[in-house]
């Protein structure tokens, strides 16, 4: 069982930056693939972002390639989420989640889930 819990979300400028972390409880951390998605009102949850246990390898949505980088610390059980260059568009409630090996870009294949948080963009 892993409990994860978002923080680093709110109002920020287009253009501006934000960085999401998810702190996991649990002494097994370091074997999850970890992923970041987010849903904007009306619309279903996207991926946006997934690292491997190790953290070596990252996928990213093409939508933020270039722009948002997803990291970990297995020390610290916390993923990290570094938004640069924000566009309105990607204002949404932005969760982490938790599967075991392999990664994954599928939101189904996710067995553990925070509950949120916003990040606003204003243009």
């Known amino acids: 069982q892993v409990q994860l819990v978002e923080s680093g979300g709110g109002l920020v400028q287009a253009g501006g930056s934000l960085r999401l972390s998810c702190a996991a409880s649990?002494?097994?951390?370091?074997?999850?693939?970890m992923g970041w998605f987010r849903q904007a009102p009306g619309k279903e949850r996207e991926f946006v972002a997934a690292v491997t246990w190790s953290g070596a390898g990252t996928y990213y949505a093409d939508s933020v390639k270039g722009r948002f980088t997803i990291s970990r610390d297995n020390a610290k059980n916390t993923v990290y989420l570094q938004m640069n260059s924000l566009k309105p568009e990607d204002t949404a409630i932005y969760y982490c989640a938790a599967r075991g090996s392999p990664i994954s870009t599928m939101r189904p294949e996710y067995d553990f889930w925070g509950q949120g948080t916003q990040v606003t963009v204003s243009s």
């Open positions: 649990g002494r097994t951390f370091s074997s999850y693939a």
